[in-house]
Nanobody, 117 residues
Framework: QVQLVESGGGLVQAGGSARLSCEAS????????MGWYRQPPGKQREFVAR???????NYADSVKGRFTVSRDNVKNTVYLRMNSLEPEDTAVYYC???????????WGQGTQVTISS
């Protein structure tokens, strides 16, 4: 059983910044690839960012240059720093472990991020 809890969501003005956190109930961050995903209202869930256990990162084109994913293995936490937020970034943001096939496996409950224009 893996338990992931996202936090840090809320209401942010366009152009502002926020940082999301994903805390694991066990020391799995250091041994897992981790991903961030989001689901805008009325749309499908989409990939946002990923960080491997080796520290390699990749991002969706829509957030490149604005979002940064990082991890703290001591705190067993993955972060998503979001800058220059736009109304189009409004979504429920989820973190997840990424399995051996490169797909999300265990999911957190999500945290709502709303960007006002």
């Amino acid at each position: 059983q893996v338990q992931l809890v996202e936090s840090g969501g809320g209401l942010v003005q366009a152009g502002g910044s926020a940082r999301l956190s994903c805390e694991a109930s066990a020391s799995i961050i250091s041994s897992s690839n981790m991903g961030w995903y989001r689901q805008p209202p009325g749309k499908q869930r989409e990939f946002v960012a990923r960080i491997t256990r080796g520290g390699f990162t990749n991002y969706a084109d829509s957030v490149k240059g604005r979002f940064t994913v990082s991890r703290d293995n001591v705190k067993n936490t993955v972060y998503l720093r979001m800058n220059s937020l736009e109304p189009e970034d409004t979504a429920v943001y989820y973190c997840a472990t990424v399995d051996l096939l490169g797909r999300p496996s265990y999911w957190g409950q999500g945290t709502q991020v709303t960007i006002s224009s």
